[in-house]
Every structure is written in structure tokens, then in C-alpha cells.
């Protein structure tokens, strides 16, 4: 692990590797990760994106978002464990704004489980609960957990 990210969009062919990613960082107990074939559909989409930071030719985390008007949604992001707390999360968050930004977004959402820890980051980032649904996720456990939905607004301060 050298340290050196670099972010680039992902082509058809790194699908592999943001799998692996996916693999790694999604607790399967709540059935939020998508298949390789659920994100492919993103790459025929001319208003979505999907991100990866690499550590030389390792990936160690992605990013997924669309654009619908003046609205940008981020539909995945994910970090490999073994590189949380390293910053990758905020770069591909700045990423995607900056992205999404330059495509004429001026609102950014995103909705997560209530007890993800990726909330830290997010708050860094500047977003507010703006919704909440109610028992929306059910873990392999049984408990029901509430559905978070964040909202920016892109003169909001990201830090």
C-alpha cells in the first residue's frame, strides 16, 4: 500500500475491480451491495458515474452517482476497510460533486442506514438529514433499521 490515490471513471472493464471493493466493504447482512450486472447499468447511463480511487493498480474504493436536472444522488460509495480513515472517502465525495457540479447539479442526496458509521463522513461533508424512513432496512438479524436521506446544497461548506 503505497498511499498515492488517484481517482479516475471507471470503464466497463474495472468492473472487477469495484466488485472487489464492494465485496470487502459491505456488510452482507443487509443486502446493500449491488451485483456486477446492477452496476453495469450505470455505464450505459450518460447522467451517472461510477468512480474508483486506486492505490497503484489496487482499488480501494468507488463511488456511484446520477444526475436527474439539478439534482445529484449518490447511489454507492464504498471504501475497502482496510483503507478507512485514510481520506478516500472524502476525495471520492469531493469527486463526486465536483462532478456532479460540473453537470449542473446544485442539490446533492444520498440515503443510508441509520446506524452506518459512513455518517461521521458525510456530516464532514456538509449533508443534513432531510428524511427519514422508518424500519426501511431489515438485517439478517431481524432488527428493522430506519433509512437516512442527506441533502447538500452546493453553497453548502464541505470540509
Not at 471507471?10 to 468492473?15: P, S, T, Y
Not at 446520477?66 to 444522488?73: K, N
Not at 449533508?127 to 438479524?141: A, H, I, T
Request: proline share 4%; hydrophobic share 45%; with cysteine.
Amino acid at each position: 500500500m503505497s498511499g498515492a490515490i488517484h481517482l479516475a471513471a471507471a470503464r466497463v472493464g474495472d468492473i472487477g475491480a469495484v466488485m472487489r471493493v464492494m465485496e470487502a466493504a459491505f456488510d452482507p447482512a443487509y443486502g446493500e451491495a449491488w451485483s456486477a450486472a446492477q452496476l453495469l447499468t450505470l455505464f450505459a447511463l450518460p447522467s451517472a458515474r461510477v468512480c474508483v480511487a486506486w492505490d497503484g493498480e489496487a482499488p480501494v474504493g468507488f463511488s456511484a452517482a446520477r444526475i436527474a436536472g439539478p439534482e445529484s444522488e449518490l447511489l454507492l460509495l464504498a471504501v475497502d476497510p482496510k483503507w478507512r480513515g485514510r481520506g478516500v472517502g472524502t476525495l471520492l465525495m469531493h469527486d463526486w460533486q465536483h462532478w456532479a457540479k460540473s453537470q449542473g447539479a446544485v442539490e446533492y442526496f444520498l440515503e443510508m442506514r441509520a446506524d452506518n458509521d459512513a455518517i461521521h463522513l458525510y456530516e464532514r461533508c456538509g449533508f443534513l438529514e432531510c428524511g427519514r424512513r422508518p424500519s426501511y432496512y431489515r438485517g439478517s438479524d431481524g432488527v428493522l433499521r430506519d433509512a437516512i436521506t442527506m441533502r447538500r446544497h452546493s453553497d453548502s461548506t464541505m470540509r
